[in-house]
């Protein structure tokens, strides 16, 4: 079995053959000069199983130490830490504001009730319109609900330590000057009140160094078959024989994927044993710099006040008259408000708000006030007492009780 040699460790023989396994003759790809062709480092005994599915793994850390500390930034790793913003200046809030106006809201009629009704009827194939065509109105009852929300824009920043492969790129180094606090590095949100995020490089932090994944080779021990740059042949198991049936026979031949080797050279590395390194792009050097990260944060909450039986969360998703809005970099709480539970919403959300980013800086609130028209319809139809609801400017109709709820057709499923 000349063909099935036992494999011992180290740097796989050369071979041309599709079967072999051996790398291809010719210049390593990507290699620097002078690197050897093969991988050489450590590997297993035997030739390993390929898993098609197998991913390359992640890259190292850089080893702690590796990097001078940047005035202003000494205890950041590469794991991103928050920074604490500056404190805001409370002289430039200005006054409380005295008069605010608050719009009324519009009441609907009977009419408008029932053809609300009508078409929420049509919504549901199968419910019956007869109910809502001939229903007696006896009250109607116009109230309003209360859609208070505040809205708190913060920016987050944090900093860590980054690398990219140094591909000839410019290098801001700490000699060109001290590099500015992580505060005073210009970012502008691309719009108020909507999430977002940026990434700048500090200036002045930006250094190269040697790759630490690949040792500054540019190349690393390919992760599939672990440096061997041959793989178990999968069409015979490694046998170097397949079967195959014939004449009423079973018989066996050479693996033609293998040509009877049993192994086949890598795919990924194509039998070099060594593939291009994932942290430097086989550069072998990167640029090593401190990463500002900007985060734009949006904190909505809200309050309803709806004091019907109608269910509270189906007031925000209406619309109504906006009776009340401010945008300011940091609101006073509503106290005019006819509504006391409003007043107290306004009251509590924003205190909540002014202690619970601690870790922003709080760029504008805004909060405003919805009114969205409730209407219960009492109604009377044939034997039924029942009531629904209409509500917001759409009419949208909330009627658990409708009395033709189900047709002939779906009731005797
Ligand atoms: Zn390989
Ligand atoms: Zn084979
Ligand atoms: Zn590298």
């Not at 620097?32 to 062709?37: C, I, Y």
């Not at 079973?250 to 590395?269: I, Q, V």
Request: some cysteine; hydrophobic content about 30%; proline content about 9%.
């Amino acid at each position: 079995m000349s063909e099935k040699q036992p494999i011992l460790g180290g740097a796989p023989a050369g071979g041309t053959g599709y079967g072999g396994g051996g790398p291809p003759a010719g210049a390593v790809p990507g290699a620097p000069p002078g690197a050897p062709a093969t991988y050489q480092g450590q590997m297993p005994a035997a030739d390993v199983k390929d898993d098609p599915n197998m991913k390359a793994p992640g890259p190292s850390a850089p080893p702690p130490g590796q990097l001078e500390s940047v005035g202003g930034y000494e205890n950041i790793g590469f794991n991103a830490s928050a920074l604490p913003p500056p404190s805001y200046d409370e002289s430039e809030r200005g006054a409380p504001p005295e008069n605010r106006e608050f719009k009324a809201v519009p009441t609907i009629t009977e009419e408008e009730a029932r053809e609300a009704l009508l078409s929420f009827v049509a919504e549901h194939c199968c419910y019956g319109k007869k109910a809502a065509q001939e229903m007696n109105y006896t009250d109607l009852k116009s109230t309003s609900a209360f859609h208070y929300t505040l809205e708190t824009f913060g920016e987050g920043r944090t900093t860590a330590w980054a690398y990219e492969p140094f591909i000839g790129q410019t290098i801001d180094v700490p000699q060109n000057g001290p590099a500015p606090g992580p505060w005073d590095i210009q970012a502008q949100p691309g719009a108020l009140f909507q999430n977002g995020k940026i990434e700048i490089e500090v200036p002045h932090t930006a250094g190269v160094k040697p790759c630490h994944e690949c040792l500054a080779t540019g190349r690393i021990r390919c992760f599939r078959c672990q440096g061997r740059g041959r793989l178990h042949c999968h069409s015979c198991n490694g046998s170097g024989r397949e079967s195959y049936y014939e004449d009423g026979e079973h018989r066996h031949r050479t693996c033609c994927h293998c040509d009877g080797s049993g192994r086949r050279r890598c795919y990924t590395c194509d039998g070099y044993g060594m593939i291009t390194c994932t942290v430097c792009d086989g550069r072998a050097s990167l640029k090593f710099y401190i990463k500002l990260t900007v985060l734009w944060t949006n904190h909505l909450e809200d309050h309803i006040v709806e004091r019907t039986a109608l269910p509270d969360e189906l007031i925000r998703g209406v619309s109504g008259q906006i009776s009340f809005e401010e945008t300011v970099p940091r609101v006073w709480p509503i106290v005019h408000f006819p509504d006391q539970e409003v007043n107290m919403a306004s009251k509590n959300l924003v205190t909540k708000h002014a202690s619970s980013y601690a870790n922003e800086r709080i760029l504008m609130q805004r909060h405003k006030v919805r009114i969205i028209p409730v209407t219960q319809a009492y109604y009377k139809w044939k034997d039924n007492d029942a009531n629904y609801f209409v509500y917001g400017f759409e009419k949208k109709v909330f009627a658990p009780d409708y009395p033709q709820k189900c047709c002939w057709g779906c009731s005797i499923q």
